[in-house]
């Protein structure tokens, strides 16, 4: 399937370790890998960080691709961590499941806001912590919003390209003009903060009831450490899956769908014609979004102020 990428497209994305492999570790120095390599990869695509969150064996990523060059942004940052893994862990293979990351861009305000309370709120999903915040993994997201965070380069990460030191300055997402950044970073709080009574009170229900001590349902920083770093080397060569099948929009708002679905059919569309000229071996012209040829250098149509669509549809309990 052609890849279609817009100019300010808003994008929730993970990518997940093969099945058994708990790589991602959470002591000081690992995480400042991960750290280090997805803000070097971020600045290098102008890649807008929203919120992330690494676990041990998957990453989520809720970003705006400022210039619709995130399929080389994913390219180079998941590849370099594989190698990163893969050499700590003396691996030789496959490490990330054989489906392929997840991808989906997020037409409207009530999407994004789902989506990235989701992505931050992983590893209380997960029993690691009750709150967001808590977490001392690979994490950026509400509580660093606007603030510029330093990142010194590594030993041993990106000698040859990166500087000694990098900048990320993780931003609220688009959207709800009609809030201020405090405004909203006071809001997302709050969601988080109700996200982790809902899974709270979810985790009680299945651990016991109310006689079950909160911290009993979580095993905490330390336990999450102590997990052994794991690969089945079983799994080195996995047997083939099917491509992970996913949506490539979501949206609350059914006519933000709707017109996201209608604009793929007219791109696929262009596409085909424009691919059986290059085969015939005339000079085509790609449709804006296009990925791969756009990539190559082959012509392709400019990006219109259609293409650079914004999410506009506020909920207005939201706004209000």
């Known amino acids: 399937m052609a890849k279609q990428h817009y100019p300010g497209d808003t994008v929730h994305m993970c990518i997940r370790l093969n099945e058994g492999g708990y790589l991602f570790e959470l002591d000081p120095e690992s995480v400042h890998q991960i750290m280090f390599v997805?803000?070097?990869f971020a600045n290098k695509y102008d890649i807008q960080i929203h919120g992330y969150q690494v676990l041990r064996n998957h990453l989520h990523i809720l970003f705006t691709d400022t210039h619709a060059l995130r399929s080389k942004f994913y390219q180079e940052m998941n590849g370099y961590i594989s190698r990163v893994l893969k050499r700590k862990h003396a691996?030789?293979?496959h490490?990330?499941?054989?489906r392929g990351l997840f991808e989906q861009t997020l037409l409207d305000q009530e999407t994004i806001e789902e989506k990235l309370v989701y992505v931050?709120?992983?590893?209380?999903?997960a029993g690691i912590v009750r709150k967001s915040q808590d977490y001392e993994g690979a994490m950026l997201g509400v509580h660093q919003w606007n603030k510029t965070i330093k990142l010194k380069r590594p030993d041993g990460i990106l000698t040859t390209v990166a500087p000694d030191e990098i900048e990320i300055t993780p931003v609220p997402p688009p959207l709800r003009a009609t809030k201020s950044d405090d405004d909203?970073?006071?809001y997302y709080k709050r969601k988080l903060h109700a996200e982790s009574e809902r899974i709270f009170r979810k985790r009680r229900r299945e651990h016991g009831g109310?006689?079950?001590?909160p911290k009993d349902l979580y095993c905490g920083m330390e336990a999450a450490r102590r997990i052994p770093a794991t690969y089945r080397q079983d799994l080195e060569h996995p047997p083939e899956r099917e491509k992970q099948r996913h949506r490539p929009y979501a949206a609350k708002n059914p006519e933000v769908l709707e017109w996201a679905l209608e604009r793929r059919k007219a791109f696929v569309r262009k596409y085909k014609i424009a691919l059986e000229e290059l085969r015939a071996g005339k000079t085509p012209v790609f449709p804006a979004g296009t990925v791969k040829y756009r990539l190559l250098g082959i012509q392709t149509e400019p990006f219109s102020e259609d293409d650079e669509f914004r999410q506009v549809?506020?909920?207005?309990?939201m706004a209000a």
């Open 91 to 93: 691996i030789v293979g």
């Open 184 to 186: 909203e970073i006071k």
């Open 120 to 125: 931050l709120s992983n590893a209380s999903a």
């Open 313 to 317: 549809y506020d909920n207005p309990a």
């Open 38 to 40: 997805i803000g070097y």
């Open 210 to 213: 109310k006689n079950v001590k």
């Open 95 to 98: 490490i990330y499941e054989a």
